[in-house]
């Protein structure tokens, strides 16, 4: 439509000019030269009134009417330039054809009609004045059926043209919906996925991905000071594609992730794909299988290791108190006790691993829980062991069962005074509860100040039977682990500056239902 207005403007402009200069009184009949000069005026008037306030195809009887002025204002025009040698018939096809293309159907075809019938009656009505015109009729002939091929021919290629239009815009739609539904679902996939270029801004990143780094507005930024370990493991796998790279810990939460790359080569722009995938829940679940065939086997061997062991223990019992044995066969029978000890106590951590119950959450205010427990901690305590409570925020609630968080509670705080009277004559342990800044889920650490662990061995402290005491049997901690995750909260290690060791709990959000 704007084509046609600007082409109609053009022709309404070239006449007015024709009809001003003197270049008319040559080319057009004397007699009718006024008409073709006000003729063409109107044409440009009505052509400007045309523009300003049309601007819509969408509306048939406006277009039509358009169309249906411009071709008989054009025959009009044929008729004042004395007909078919003025040339102004083939402007009235050039006319039909683009109202072909705005219409369509029978009423494109009603316009070719007019325009064919206007050339023929406007020269047969010219021949009557002018006898010179009479020759015109083949040439009016010619221009008539140009109408109607001008108009059959727009159609048909009006018609292709909207086919493929139409299918255009259904591959765009179909395009446009793979592209929303491939978006919802790497927004939902629980790998993260990060496009990095080639300074190492972050270009797309979906919900996991941002989760696991800990920030909600990466994308746009370079990634380097949010995760520099991540890098760190992108610049060794550059340098050696092949290498296995170890997991990476999450800053947030601990998690262990497992980053892959991909490098994407569009023309000169380097794109790097990275997925990272929480390699902790297949460790879980790894160590879930092996404890559950563990435990069906010490289910079922059980009995047959228990008895000969508490006959084997009743025996260097009876032996210990016979007044006939030395101080060194006294000592190898204490031995034989205390180990028979430490065995029972295996069987029945195991045991309690293939035999632990659901868990069964309860809402909880972990404020005044935690204060129950350390007033029965303290009442309960040995001399020389001291247990301390800080809380910062209110509305410290969450979802947990409590003889579970009491297991879990008991284990650490044991564990750290423990290792915190190998450094001082008095055993220390520190709890914490505060809500986390990130999260906004309610914490609790528990602090200690003895030696701390290994950097070597902070990997596998939460291993089953992985333990560094001659007595200890590696599963209070697994278990521990065990007995959160079951309440949807997370325990991890994190170590102290100031020396000790930290273990943090994560509570779950006290909306969330436990399963």
Known sequence: MRLYHFYRLLIGLAL???????LDGHLLDITHTQLFYYGSWVYLILNIIAIASMHRTDHLLPVFSLALFDVAQLSLLFYAAGGTPSGIGNLIIVAVAVANILLRGRIGILIAAVAATGIIYLTFYLSISHTAAS?????????GSLCFAAAFFVQG??????????????????????EEISALIIQRMHTGILVL????????????????????????????????????????????????S?????????????????????????????????????SQQAQQLKLASLGRLTAGIAHEI??????????????????????????????????????????????????????????????????????????????????????????????????????VLMNLVENGMRYSKKLNPQSQVWLHLYRHPKTALPTLEVHDDGPGVPLA????????????????????????????????????????????????????????LST
């Open 457 to 512: 061995e902070q990997h596998s402290i939460f291993e089953p039977f992985f333990t560094t005491e001659n007595k200890g049997t590696g599963l209070g901690l697994y278990i521990s682990r065990e007995l959160c995750e079951s309440n949807q909260a997370r325990l991890d290690f994190t170590p102290r500056d100031s020396g000790g060791s930290c273990f943090r709990i994560t509570f779950a959000h006290p909306h969330t």
């Open 306 to 407: 228990r008895n000969p062991l508490g006959a084997i223990s009743h025996a260097a019992q009876l032996l210990h108190e016979s007044p006939n044995l030395d101080v060194a066969d006294q000592r190898l029978t204490q031995i034989i006790q205390d180990q028979s000890r430490r065995m029972n106590t295996v069987i029945e951590n195991v045991l309690q691993l293939s035999r632990q119950r659901q868990a069964e959450p309860q809402w909880l205010d972990l404020k005044s829980w935690l204060n129950s427990f350390v007033s029965e901690f303290r009442s309960n305590a040995a001399p020389l062991r001291a247990l301390h409570l800080t809380t910062k925020g209110r509305n410290l609630h969450t979802r947990m069962d409590p003889d579970q968080l009491n297991q």
């Open 197 to 244: 270029d080639a300074e190492h801004r972050v270009l797309q990143a979906n919900h996991a991905a941002l989760t696991m780094i800990g920030s909600e507005t990466l994308i746009g930024r370079i990634v380097d000071p949010y995760f520099p370990t991540l890098i760190s493991h992108f610049e060794q796998w550059r340098n050696n594609p092949s290498l296995h």
């Open 157 to 178: 290629l009006s018609r292709r043209l909207r086919a493929s239009e139409f299918l255009a815009e259904q591959r765009a739609a179909d395009v446009a919906n793979l």
């Open 16 to 22: 007015v000019l024709l009809v001003s200069s003197d």
């Open 135 to 143: 020759n015109q009729y083949m040439q009016a002939g010619i221009l």
């Open 246 to 282: 170890n997991p990476i810990q999450s800053a947030l939460n601990g998690a262990q992730l497992q980053a892959t790359f991909v490098k994407l080569q569009h023309n000169n722009n380097l794109q790097i794909l990275v997925f990272l995938d929480d390699s902790s829940l297949l």
